[in-house]
């Protein structure tokens, strides 16, 4: 069964304390990871697309990296606006074609 | 532009009432998507539209009646809901229902059914 696993489910990090978040997967084949970020009450906003092992996006203090079996965001000297819920979903090559499958995300709070 | 939007923003009904929600983008998207969340959970998949055609539904109960009047709007349409029912529902989009492509969420609609 295709699975995704987040840790830690939360992180408190000081302002400018920097940290990684963990997206483990389990599928069939992957065919892509993706990062959103969520605000309390509001819909996903999307970060990147990551589709194969050694790929890497960045954007801002954000950059995301992708193995065989794990994604990690990495957040470079985070201020509190950074503060949010990351969800990582991945596409796999079984079943629906488009189907995101998401972990359970990683509650981050930046304190000043 | 990656925009999607959704009316209302919030939703109070009870359980015999029938109303519905909206969703809207102009990204000339063919693809289109609702979703379920509940607190502190990820978004649950329930129906995607591919060119206007119902694609998958995730065995969600016929309460929840989906539309997808144009390529531009998509709307779901409840009847007869649950308290269990209550939620944040996702619209989200896609250039097309190809693998890999990313799914853009609009803000959702806060749905209370007491």
């Known amino acids: 069964e295709d699975q995704v696993t987040q840790s830690p489910e939360a992180l408190r990090l000081q302002e400018g304390e920097s940290s990684s978040l963990n997206c483990s997967y389990t599928?069939?084949?992957?065919?892509?990871l993706f990062w959103y970020r969520q605000d309390p009450g509001k819909g996903p906003e999307f970060l990147f697309t990551?589709?194969?092992a050694g790929e890497e996006k960045e954007k801002e203090r954000l950059k995301a990296t992708l193995t065989k079996k794990e994604s990690f965001l990495h957040i470079t000297a985070p201020k509190p606006e950074d503060s949010a819920t990351y969800l990582c979903?991945?596409?796999?090559?079984?079943?629906?074609?488009?189907?995101?499958?998401f972990g359970t995300g990683t509650l981050l709070a930046v304190q000043p | 532009d990656t925009e999607v939007t959704q009316t209302p923003k919030h939703l109070v009904m009870g359980m015999t009432n029938k109303k519905s929600l909206k969703c809207e983008q102009h990204?000339?998207?063919?693809?289109m998507y609702w979703y379920k969340q509940k607190a502190k959970k990820p978004p649950e998949l329930m129906f995607v539209y591919s060119y206007e055609k119902l694609s998958i539904n995730e065995s969600v109960p016929s309460r929840f009646s989906p539309e997808c009047p144009n390529s531009s709007l998509l709307n779901l349409h409840l009847h007869a809901l649950q308290p269990e029912d209550s939620a944040l529902y996702l619209c989200a989009s896609s250039q097309d229902d190809r693998p890999q492509e990313t799914q853009y969420f609009g803000p959702g609609t806060r749905l209370l059914v007491l």
């Open positions: 599928v069939s084949g992957l065919r892509g």
């Open positions: 979903a991945v596409q796999a090559s079984g079943g629906a074609t488009n189907k995101l499958i």
């Open positions: 990204m000339g998207h063919r693809a």
């Open positions: 990551l589709y194969s």
